[in-house]
């Protein structure tokens, strides 16, 4: 019967002359582990702004229908209390939904610098690796050529 050579020591030996280096993957998790972070925070930070401006409206929005919500002597100060209501409501709805525009703004400003960014130290940390990479396997292809 036949005997099924062994290839281990074969493998071993193309394995060791082409080794990996994983601090390229370390180092991309790591990247990608702060970009993470520092997106989180923006975002976060977007919805506690967020939420103080919408508490804020709803508190003086409860505070003017308190106020209107109060006995009138005449039937006309009621139509007017109505009136003075809408017209307070809609300008605050104007500013309340500047300043979730300005919110919005510095969150879309502040994530395409963090890409920006990211992008950049990706391509130099790709062109690192890529140079190393070539050297090592120049280096262990020349070192195989002289061994035989």
Not at 53 to 61: G, L, P, R
Not at 121 to 134: F, G, N, P, Y
């Amino acid at each position: 019967m036949a005997k099924t050579p062994d290839f281990t020591a074969t493998l071993k030996d193309i394995m060791g002359a082409f080794p990996v280096d994983t601090s390229a993957l370390e180092g991309a998790f790591k990247s990608t582990a702060t970009l993470n972070e520092k997106l989180s925070g923006v975002a976060l930070e977007a919805a506690e702004k967020s939420a103080e401006i919408s508490n804020k409206w709803t508190k003086d929005t409860l505070a003017k229908l308190t106020e209107m919500s109060k006995a009138k002597a005449e039937p006309a100060d009621y139509a007017k209390a109505a009136t003075d209501f809408a017209s307070a409501s809609a300008e605050v709805a104007a500013e309340n939904l500047a300043a979730f525009a300005e919110i919005a703004k510095k969150v879309q400003s502040e994530t395409v610098e963090l890409l920006m960014a990211a992008g950049k130290d990706a391509a130099e940390d790709a062109t690192a690796a890529v140079k190393k990479a070539t050297n090592e396997v120049t280096a262990a292809a020349k070192k195989a050529t002289a061994a035989k």
